[in-house]
């Protein structure tokens, strides 16, 4: 999960629009993904929700390819910060 200090509504309206600045701000490089997030812009649905621990950007796609991009973002994002989430897909 992204240190909620760092998540705010607006997270959620940027990637709906192709807009990734925030990631490739944070990391210096545009994470795994996010390319192809991008391009399948309008088969991805961005959803911000407040949680007791800070907030979380749910993220839904029936697209095949907008999911594998959403899972290459999503593993990159755990592994750069650190979050002890598993990596595997579990369903």
Known sequence: MVEASKLNPTISAQFANGD???PLTT????PPGAKEMQRLKSAITYTFEERPQGATVRMRSSNPDAVKAVH???AYQIKEHVTGDPITIAK
Do not use: R
């Not at 990391?27 to 545009?30: I, L, S, V």
């Open 20 to 22: 990734f600045i925030a």
């Open 27 to 30: 990391h210096a490089e545009m």
């Open 72 to 74: 290459d973002f999503l």
